[in-house]
T-cell receptor, first 115, second 115 residues
């Protein structure tokens, strides 16, 4: 069965710090790895990674996939209090060439950024 | 473009009752997936509907069921409610077609409390 493990489970930092969140996985028929940010309500899509070694960036956030190590990292530089949230890593799998709408999630990393 | 809309936002029921939750996907999205989120188990996949057919199913008892209408709107039903069904129920939509990778976009969820 597919498995996604995130670390650390929680992290407390101060504004301006840089953080690295980890996601490791075990999956058959890997399709893609996604990162989401969840504050009080809906998880918000951040990145989708399908190819190893290609960094995706959006402002202060970046993420990269390492298929050899079966892992991904999410970096946040110059953290702000608004970055406080749960960061979720999820996998999609494929069957017969079709990407089905099933995401397998990790436990999430709770990030708290103090002023 | 309007996002994923879930109704109602909050619901309080008692054990033994049944409940129906509704989800309207992003316009043009044909895949709708449902997830249960609890503090102990995190986000767990319930099922996915595409073109009015259940395409994938998670490991939940038969009390959890769903359906999708021709306009892609989906409903989820839980019968004979148990205390353990208290959770945030999230709906996510995506295009759902083709071999391309398409991220799922989430609604704000329905918070279900069982007394």
């Amino acid at each position: 069965e597919d498995k996604v493990v995130q670390s650390p489970l929680s992290l407390v930092v101060h504004e301006g710090d840089t953080v690295t969140l980890n996601c490791s996985y075990e999956v058959t028929n890997f399709r893609s790895l996604l990162w989401y940010k969840q504050e009080k309500k809906a998880p918000t899509f951040l990145f989708m990674l399908t190819s190893s070694g290609i960094e995706k960036k959006s402002g202060r956030l970046s993420s990269i996939l390492d298929k050899k190590e079966l892992s991904s990292i999410l970096n946040i530089t110059a953290t702000q209090t608004g970055d406080s949230a749960i960061y979720l890593c999820a996998l999609t799998h494929t069957a017969g060439g079709t990407s089905y709408g099933k995401l397998t999630f990790g436990q999430g990393t709770i990030l708290t950024v103090h002023p | 473009k309007a996002g994923v809309t879930q109704t109602p936002r909050y619901l309080i029921k008692t054990r033994g009752q049944q409940v129906t939750l509704s989800c309207s996907p992003i316009s043009g999205h044909r895949s709708v997936s449902w997830y249960q989120q609890t503090p102990g188990q995190g986000l767990q996949f319930l099922f996915e509907y595409f073109s009015e057919t259940q395409r994938n199913k998670g490991n939940f008892p038969g009390r959890f069921s769903g359906r999708q209408f021709s306009n892609s709107r989906s409903e989820m039903n839980v019968s004979t409610l148990e205390l353990g069904d208290s959770a945030l129920y999230l709906c996510a939509s995506s295009l759902g077609t083709g071999a391309g990778n398409q991220p799922q976009h989430f609604g704000d969820g329905t918070r279900l409390s069982i007394l």
